[in-house]
Structure formats: C-alpha cells, structure tokens
C-alpha cells in the first residue's frame, strides 16, 4: 500500500487558516490518537486551532459537515476520521457507502475539500497499524493533505 511519508519540512505553510476536525465516537480511542498527530502538522503549518467535534458514528458525518460548512462558509477545510470495521453482516458496506458517498457531495456542493481519514477496516490491527505513535499515522497523512490543498487553493483562487 502506498502511503505519503511524512517529513515535516516539507509541510506548506498555510497562515491563519481555518478548518474543522470531525470524528466518529466509535473507536474514539483511535481517532484521537490520530487527531493529535494531525493537529502536530496543522500547527506546523500555522493554521488556527481548529475545532474538534465528535459524532455519533461516520453514518452522521457527512450530515455534521455539511452544518458545519452552512454554518461557517469561511472553513477551508474538514478533516474527518473515524473507523467502520467490517462485521459478520453487510451493515459495514452500507454505511461506508453512505458515507463516503455523503462526503463526496457535501465537498463538491461547498467546494471545500474534506480530508478523509475514516477507515473501513477488515480488523482492528489494521487501525491499530495506522494509528500508532510513529510516521504511519494517518493523522499526519491527513494533516498534511490539508496544509497541500489550502496552499494550492490559496495559490489558484477562483
């Protein structure tokens, strides 16, 4: 699996710039490991500090971003997390379709990009290999596809 290596100078600088952190409560434990390593590089990159909001499972998120985005148009971005671990039934298919369908719309409606970090999983190794304390983190992933957008965007306003 590829994955995007971390160094932080590498980071783009984005001064002041406002986004918004959502997760889901379900295996909280290892979206807020991931949320404290993105929340590292988007201080590195100079953001402001951004708001953290927890919902109740990913199939909510969608909605809760696109509150967030009606209610603060100034957002340049939403980074989300969560974890849908696959089951013995096809609840797991459901709601990672919903969601990631959801997701799609709500940044293309608002022209906002939102940095995806939910992870539909086959085991619970699989989070804990990418929630760790180490460069594999996806929070580092994520805060790092946030500091590259909001820079690039900022470069090419419309």
């Known amino acids: 699996m590829a994955q995007t290596e971390y160094l932080p100078h590498t980071v783009p600088s984005a001064p002041g710039a406002k986004v918004a952190i959502v997760f889901s409560?379900?295996?909280?434990?290892?979206s807020l490991t991931m949320i404290s390593k993105c929340e590292e590089v988007l201080k590195a990159a100079g953001f402001a500090q951004p708001e953290v909001h927890e919902l109740p499972g990913c199939l909510e998120i969608p909605l809760g971003v696109r509150r967030l985005l009606k209610r603060d148009p100034s957002l340049e971005a939403i980074i989300v997390f969560g974890v849908?671990?696959?089951g013995d039934t096809y609840h797991f298919n459901v709601v990672k379709d919903l969601?990631?369908?959801?997701?799609?719309?709500?940044?293309?409606?608002?022209d906002t990009p939102i940095i995806n970090e939910i992870l539909?999983?086959?085991s619970i190794n699989d989070v804990i290999a990418r929630a760790g304390?180490?460069?594999k983190n996806k929070g580092l992933e994520a805060g790092l596809a946030a500091a590259e957008i909001i820079a690039w965007r900022r470069k090419y306003p419309l």
């Open 120 to 122: 539909p999983v086959d």
């Open 84 to 86: 849908i671990l696959k």
């Open 99 to 110: 969601c990631m369908s959801g997701l799609e719309r709500v940044s293309f409606e608002f």
């Open 133 to 135: 304390n180490d460069n």
């Open 25 to 30: 409560k379900w295996y909280r434990e290892y």
